[in-house]
Protein backbone atom coordinates (compact mmCIF):
# COMPACT_ATOMS: atom_id res chain seq x y z
CA UNK A 1 0.00 0.00 0.00
CA UNK A 2 1.56 3.73 -0.73
CA UNK A 3 0.92 6.12 1.98
CA UNK A 4 -1.97 8.08 0.79
CA UNK A 5 -4.16 4.76 1.13
CA UNK A 6 -2.49 4.10 4.44
CA UNK A 7 -3.43 8.16 5.56
CA UNK A 8 -6.50 8.52 7.74
CA UNK A 9 -9.19 9.56 5.81
CA UNK A 10 -9.46 13.05 8.66
CA UNK A 11 -6.01 13.68 7.64
CA UNK A 12 -6.88 13.39 4.11
CA UNK A 13 -10.07 15.31 4.97
CA UNK A 14 -8.10 18.32 5.73
CA UNK A 15 -6.20 19.06 3.06
CA UNK A 16 -9.64 18.49 0.89
CA UNK A 17 -11.09 21.07 2.90
CA UNK A 18 -8.46 23.54 3.09
CA UNK A 19 -7.90 23.20 -1.06
CA UNK A 20 -11.75 23.66 -0.97
CA UNK A 21 -11.53 26.86 1.91
CA UNK A 22 -8.73 28.16 -0.11
CA UNK A 23 -10.41 28.80 -3.69
CA UNK A 24 -13.51 29.90 -1.71
CA UNK A 25 -11.55 33.29 -0.44
CA UNK A 26 -10.74 34.62 -4.32
CA UNK A 27 -14.83 33.56 -5.31
CA UNK A 28 -15.64 36.15 -2.26
CA UNK A 29 -13.75 38.79 -4.05
CA UNK A 30 -15.25 38.22 -7.06
CA UNK A 31 -18.80 38.16 -5.32
CA UNK A 32 -18.00 41.37 -3.82
CA UNK A 33 -17.07 42.68 -7.09
CA UNK A 34 -19.58 41.78 -8.77
CA UNK A 35 -22.03 44.03 -6.83
CA UNK A 36 -23.14 41.11 -4.47
CA UNK A 37 -21.00 42.56 -1.73
CA UNK A 38 -23.18 41.22 1.26
CA UNK A 39 -23.37 37.51 -0.10
CA UNK A 40 -19.52 38.19 -1.08
CA UNK A 41 -18.61 39.59 2.34
CA UNK A 42 -20.58 36.83 4.27
CA UNK A 43 -18.61 34.39 1.86
CA UNK A 44 -15.41 35.96 2.70
CA UNK A 45 -16.23 35.39 6.25
CA UNK A 46 -17.20 31.90 6.46
CA UNK A 47 -14.03 31.15 4.21
CA UNK A 48 -11.75 32.69 6.75
CA UNK A 49 -13.41 30.99 9.84
CA UNK A 50 -13.34 27.47 8.49
CA UNK A 51 -10.19 27.83 8.06
CA UNK A 52 -9.57 29.04 11.19
CA UNK A 53 -11.27 26.28 12.53
CA UNK A 54 -9.28 23.82 10.33
CA UNK A 55 -5.86 25.04 11.58
CA UNK A 56 -7.25 24.13 15.25
CA UNK A 57 -8.01 21.25 14.62
CA UNK A 58 -4.78 20.28 12.57
CA UNK A 59 -3.25 21.70 15.70
CA UNK A 60 -5.04 19.01 17.85
CA UNK A 61 -4.02 16.33 15.65
CA UNK A 62 -0.64 17.18 15.40
CA UNK A 63 -0.55 17.08 19.50
CA UNK A 64 -1.74 13.50 20.05
CA UNK A 65 0.67 10.94 19.89
CA UNK A 66 -1.65 8.44 17.79
CA UNK A 67 -1.53 10.88 14.80
CA UNK A 68 2.42 10.90 15.26
CA UNK A 69 3.34 9.35 11.99
CA UNK A 70 1.74 11.54 10.11
CA UNK A 71 2.91 14.78 11.12
CA UNK A 72 4.19 15.71 8.07
CA UNK A 73 1.49 15.38 6.52
CA UNK A 74 -0.96 17.03 8.44
CA UNK A 75 1.50 19.98 8.56
CA UNK A 76 1.65 20.83 5.01
CA UNK A 77 -2.41 20.50 4.37
CA UNK A 78 -2.76 22.91 7.58
CA UNK A 79 -0.32 25.37 5.88
CA UNK A 80 -3.09 26.29 3.06
CA UNK A 81 -5.21 26.70 5.95
CA UNK A 82 -2.75 29.82 6.69
CA UNK A 83 -3.37 32.47 4.78
CA UNK A 84 -7.80 32.58 6.02
CA UNK A 85 -6.88 32.52 9.30
CA UNK A 86 -4.21 35.06 9.30
CA UNK A 87 -6.75 37.25 7.19
CA UNK A 88 -9.87 36.41 9.43
CA UNK A 89 -7.19 37.46 12.26
CA UNK A 90 -6.01 41.03 10.55
CA UNK A 91 -9.53 41.58 10.56
CA UNK A 92 -10.27 40.99 13.85
CA UNK A 93 -7.18 42.83 15.08
CA UNK A 94 -8.18 46.13 12.39
CA UNK A 95 -11.42 46.72 14.13
CA UNK A 96 -10.52 48.06 17.27
CA UNK A 97 -13.32 49.88 18.83
CA UNK A 98 -14.79 51.73 15.90
CA UNK A 99 -18.27 53.11 16.25
CA UNK A 100 -20.66 51.63 13.75
CA UNK A 101 -20.93 54.54 11.52
CA UNK A 102 -19.82 54.87 7.86
CA UNK A 103 -20.14 58.83 7.40
CA UNK A 104 -17.36 60.97 8.76
CA UNK A 105 -16.73 64.93 8.60
CA UNK A 106 -14.59 67.41 9.54
CA UNK A 107 -17.31 69.62 10.47
CA UNK A 108 -20.07 68.22 12.70
CA UNK A 109 -21.75 71.53 12.93
CA UNK A 110 -22.20 72.23 9.28
CA UNK A 111 -21.02 68.70 7.51
CA UNK A 112 -20.04 69.96 3.41
CA UNK A 113 -22.91 69.10 0.94
CA UNK A 114 -22.63 66.85 -2.19
CA UNK A 115 -24.06 67.80 -4.52
CA UNK A 116 -23.87 65.41 -7.61
CA UNK A 117 -23.15 62.15 -5.44
CA UNK A 118 -26.45 60.62 -5.46
CA UNK A 119 -26.35 59.98 -8.96
CA UNK A 120 -23.43 58.67 -8.74
CA UNK A 121 -24.43 56.50 -5.51
CA UNK A 122 -27.43 55.01 -7.23
CA UNK A 123 -31.04 53.80 -5.41
CA UNK A 124 -29.22 50.87 -2.92
CA UNK A 125 -26.66 53.16 -1.85
CA UNK A 126 -26.32 54.81 1.65
CA UNK A 127 -28.61 58.10 2.38
CA UNK A 128 -26.38 61.50 2.76
CA UNK A 129 -28.56 62.72 5.45
CA UNK A 130 -26.15 62.83 8.85
CA UNK A 131 -28.02 61.96 12.46
CA UNK A 132 -27.25 63.34 15.33
CA UNK A 133 -26.58 59.81 16.68
CA UNK A 134 -23.80 59.46 14.02
CA UNK A 135 -22.26 63.14 14.41
CA UNK A 136 -22.17 62.19 18.25
CA UNK A 137 -20.41 58.77 17.71
CA UNK A 138 -17.94 60.76 15.43
CA UNK A 139 -17.10 62.99 18.30
CA UNK A 140 -16.18 60.45 20.57
CA UNK A 141 -13.65 58.15 18.06
CA UNK A 142 -12.24 60.98 16.21
CA UNK A 143 -11.78 63.79 18.16
CA UNK A 144 -8.99 65.18 15.87
CA UNK A 145 -10.99 65.22 12.59
CA UNK A 146 -11.07 69.10 12.77
CA UNK A 147 -11.30 71.79 10.20
CA UNK A 148 -8.08 72.22 8.21
CA UNK A 149 -7.24 76.43 8.48
CA UNK A 150 -4.28 77.87 6.11
CA UNK A 151 -3.07 81.09 5.62
CA UNK A 152 -3.53 80.42 1.82
CA UNK A 153 -5.65 82.17 -0.39
CA UNK A 154 -8.94 80.12 -1.42
CA UNK A 155 -7.58 79.23 -4.83
CA UNK A 156 -4.30 78.17 -3.52
CA UNK A 157 -6.52 75.51 -0.85
CA UNK A 158 -8.31 74.73 -3.73
CA UNK A 159 -5.83 73.73 -6.56
CA UNK A 160 -4.13 71.95 -3.84
CA UNK A 161 -6.85 69.76 -2.53
CA UNK A 162 -7.47 68.77 -5.81
CA UNK A 163 -3.57 68.13 -6.45
CA UNK A 164 -3.84 65.82 -3.30
CA UNK A 165 -6.89 64.25 -4.28
CA UNK A 166 -5.62 63.16 -7.60
CA UNK A 167 -2.46 62.26 -6.32
CA UNK A 168 -4.28 59.90 -3.62
CA UNK A 169 -6.04 58.14 -6.57
CA UNK A 170 -9.94 59.95 -6.07
CA UNK A 171 -11.67 60.12 -9.05
CA UNK A 172 -13.31 63.77 -8.96
CA UNK A 173 -16.34 63.55 -10.67
CA UNK A 174 -17.14 67.33 -9.54
CA UNK A 175 -15.60 70.51 -9.23
CA UNK A 176 -17.12 74.20 -8.41
CA UNK A 177 -14.27 76.76 -7.84
CA UNK A 178 -17.12 79.65 -7.52
CA UNK A 179 -18.72 77.40 -4.32
CA UNK A 180 -15.62 75.99 -3.21
CA UNK A 181 -16.66 72.25 -3.89
CA UNK A 182 -15.21 69.21 -4.75
CA UNK A 183 -16.55 65.57 -4.87
CA UNK A 184 -14.53 62.28 -5.59
CA UNK A 185 -14.87 58.70 -5.34
CA UNK A 186 -12.07 56.44 -3.55
CA UNK A 187 -12.18 52.84 -4.51
CA UNK A 188 -10.39 50.23 -2.32
CA UNK A 189 -8.31 47.93 -4.00
CA UNK A 190 -9.50 44.56 -3.36
CA UNK A 191 -13.14 44.38 -2.82
CA UNK A 192 -13.42 47.73 -4.71
CA UNK A 193 -15.83 49.26 -2.21
CA UNK A 194 -17.03 52.74 -3.47
CA UNK A 195 -16.57 55.81 -0.64
CA UNK A 196 -17.85 59.36 -1.96
CA UNK A 197 -16.20 62.35 -0.73
CA UNK A 198 -16.73 65.95 -1.04
CA UNK A 199 -14.73 68.91 -0.16
CA UNK A 200 -15.63 72.59 0.70
CA UNK A 201 -12.89 75.38 0.86
CA UNK A 202 -14.46 78.78 2.11
CA UNK A 203 -12.67 81.27 4.19
CA UNK A 204 -13.47 83.79 7.53
CA UNK A 205 -11.27 85.85 9.70
CA UNK A 206 -9.75 82.84 10.72
CA UNK A 207 -8.51 82.37 7.05
CA UNK A 208 -9.03 79.66 4.45
CA UNK A 209 -11.11 77.18 5.71
CA UNK A 210 -11.36 73.36 4.06
CA UNK A 211 -13.57 70.46 5.74
CA UNK A 212 -13.90 67.25 4.75
CA UNK A 213 -17.06 64.57 4.02
CA UNK A 214 -16.26 60.86 3.22
CA UNK A 215 -19.27 58.54 3.13
CA UNK A 216 -19.30 55.01 2.63
CA UNK A 217 -21.84 53.61 -0.24
CA UNK A 218 -22.44 50.31 1.48
CA UNK A 219 -22.30 48.81 5.21
CA UNK A 220 -23.39 49.78 8.05
CA UNK A 221 -19.48 50.32 10.02
CA UNK A 222 -16.72 51.52 8.19
CA UNK A 223 -13.43 50.39 10.45
CA UNK A 224 -12.42 53.72 10.50
CA UNK A 225 -11.71 53.55 6.81
CA UNK A 226 -13.38 56.94 6.44
CA UNK A 227 -11.56 58.57 9.14
CA UNK A 228 -7.93 57.48 7.99
CA UNK A 229 -8.93 59.01 4.33
CA UNK A 230 -9.25 62.38 6.19
CA UNK A 231 -6.19 61.64 7.76
CA UNK A 232 -4.16 60.80 4.96
CA UNK A 233 -5.76 63.85 2.70
CA UNK A 234 -4.91 66.30 5.91
CA UNK A 235 -1.18 64.98 6.08
CA UNK A 236 -0.72 65.45 2.18
CA UNK A 237 -1.82 68.47 2.67
CA UNK A 238 -0.22 69.45 5.36
CA UNK A 239 3.02 68.50 3.68
CA UNK A 240 2.71 70.25 0.72
CA UNK A 241 2.12 73.58 2.80
CA UNK A 242 4.88 73.21 5.19
Not at 23 to 46: C, F, K, M
Not at 74 to 103: E, K, V
Not at 114 to 137: H, W
Request: charged fraction near 15%; hydrophobic fraction near 45%.
Amino acid sequence: MNQQSNTPGLINWIGYLAITLLLILPLAVLTVRSGAWQEGLLLYSLGCLGCLLLLLLAIVLLLLPRFAPWRTGIAWRASLALPGTLLLLSILGSRGDYPPIHDITTDTRNPPEFTMAQEQRGAGANPLEIVSETVTQQQGAYPDLQTIVSTMSIDEVFNRALQVATGLGWNIYHQDRNAGVIEAVDTTSIMTFKDDVVIRVRSNARGTLLDLRSVSRVGIGDIGANARRIRTFREKFEQWEE
